[in-house]
């Protein structure tokens, strides 16, 4: 079993930046895919990046795609969500998770290792 901490949540102001990290423990990282997602009051759970083992393919959800850019660091066992101009409507509390062999796509269910998430707040 594989824990996740994440950090790097804040409030900033539209078209501000920030840096999400998801660091593991307990297991290396380079055992799993890994994703990013977001729940914003009152709303479900959404995917917002995916990254395979090696860190060599990625994935984004189109709300994001040109603004966010996902990357790990296996030999700091670390996971990045690079966030750039963002907007309100980014506002949610993000997850990091770790995913059943290399998937690394939308699907929830294939991400049975959770962390806690942080919160980022964008204000307009």
């Known amino acids: 079993q594989v824990q996740l901490v994440e950090s790097g949540g804040g409030l900033v102001q539209a078209g501000d930046s920030l840096r999400l990290s998801c660091a593991a423990s307990?297991?290396?990282?380079?055992?799993?895919?890994m994703g990013w997602f977001r729940q914003a009051p009152g709303k479900e759970r959404e995917f917002v990046a995916g990254?395979?083992?090696?860190?060599?393919?990625?994935i984004y959800a189109d709300s994001v795609k040109g603004r966010f850019t996902i990357s790990r660091d296996n030999a700091k066992n670390t996971v990045y969500l690079q966030m750039n101009s963002l907007k309100p409507e980014d506002t949610a509390h993000y997850y990091c998770?770790?995913?059943?062999?290399?998937?690394?796509?939308?699907?929830?269910?294939?991400?049975?290792?959770w962390g806690q998430g942080t919160q980022v707040t964008v204000s307009s």
């Open positions: 307990g297991r290396t990282l380079n055992n799993y895919a």
């Open positions: 990254i395979n083992r090696s860190g060599g393919s990625t």
């Open positions: 998770a770790a995913a059943r062999g290399d998937y690394f796509g939308t699907r929830q269910y294939e991400y049975p290792n």
